[in-house]
């Protein structure tokens, strides 16, 4: 009798031998999948999958530049808690207005925070010094308006992530010489890895003989190549660092050690000038992490408690 070229399987299912690991292993892959489900039903809440619910939202105008509009988009939650946080939407001090996300603002919305997400034209169609010129127009225009929008310009934070959290401790360290009344322009600030010194922009191996910025940075300023009182003079105007007053407000700082696009040095050095100053300032470090994570979104309910702590008490 010939072989058969396919040789006969045990049924899996009846096999008397094979059938109770098999229901084992069927039962332990149906508790994984139901855990796996609850993470991920987890991790969608906690980190914003889920999009919070809006009583309002709309984008306003504020200004314009070389033709585009400058605008900020308005999102406020059901149960609004009366206070406003400014959003700096900016890396590189590029910005575009739809990539800050109700989803993204859930730490602080959740808290009943209405969010205030503030664009500007990128560069290098607007240079750095236009940017924090045009940025400072839209937190006037909010204040200016922040009634109409059920909060109060006396109890606003702002936050903000690398040249975002540059713009928003520019607003925090100089914002009240731009405010008509003399007030703060903001009363909180919480911001990650931010840009606090232009003198000490990139890497070490970059700096250059002449004291200029990085070849890399140069073209964000529109400073000739070469004017190096021209640049110092812009370096000092934009750098938080150097505006740091005993009247700042409180700042929280949360940077990576191993950041290679914002040295975490920029943190710290703030963070020691605000504490000679004699201001509340933190700086939370996180360890192995570089420019951005991937469990950030958890890290804004930091930047949230902040808030909870610090603008409730402002004046």
Not at 5 to 23: A, E, G, K, T, Y
Not at 32 to 57: D, H, N, Q, Y
Not at 291 to 301: C, K, Q, R, S, Y
Request: with cysteine.
């Amino acid at each position: 009798m010939r072989t058969p070229l396919i040789q006969p399987q045990p049924d899996l299912v009846s096999h008397p031998q094979l059938d109770r690991p098999l229901r084992r292993q069927e039962k332990r892959a149906k508790r994984f999948g139901i855990l796996a489900t609850s993470l991920l039903g987890l991790a969608m809440v906690t980190s914003g999958c889920l999009s919070p619910k809006l009583e309002r939202r709309e984008t306003i105008r504020y200004g314009q530049r070389k033709g585009h509009d400058l605008t900020y988009e308005l999102m406020q939650p059901k149960r609004s808690n009366g206070l406003g946080v400014v959003v700096m939407v900016s890396g590189s001090w590029k910005s575009n207005p739809d990539s800050f996300t109700p989803n993204i603002g859930r730490a602080f919305l959740k808290r009943g925070y209405t969010l205030l997400a503030l664009s500007h034209l990128s560069q290098p169609k607007a240079t750095i010094p236009e940017i924090v010129e045009d940025v400072t127009q839209g937190m006037r225009h909010i204040r200016q308006h922040a009634s109409d929008y059920g909060i109060t310009a006396k109890s606003l934070g702002v936050t903000g992530a690398s040249a975002g959290g540059h713009l928003a401790l520019m607003m925090a360290t100089r914002g009240k010489e731009w405010t008509p009344d003399g007030d703060p322009m903001v009363h909180a600030a919480a911001v990650f890895f931010p840009v606090t010194d232009m003198h000490r922009l990139g890497k070490m191996e970059e700096r250059l003989a002449d004291g200029g910025p990085p070849e890399s940075f140069r073209k964000y300023f529109g400073i000739a190549e070469g004017d190096t009182a021209a640049w110092n003079a812009v370096a000092t105007d934009l750098s938080p660092l150097k505006h740091v007053s005993p009247d700042l407000c409180p700042v929280l700082m949360i940077h990576g050690d191993e950041d290679e696009v914002v040295r975490w040095e920029q943190s710290q050095w703030f963070l020691e000038a605000a504490q000679d100053q004699g201001v509340s300032a933190k700086l939370i470090t996180k360890p192995g992490k570089g420019h951005g994570w991937a469990t950030i979104l958890f890290d804004m309910n930091d930047l949230a408690r902040w808030f909870d702590q610090h603008l409730n008490d402002a004046p």
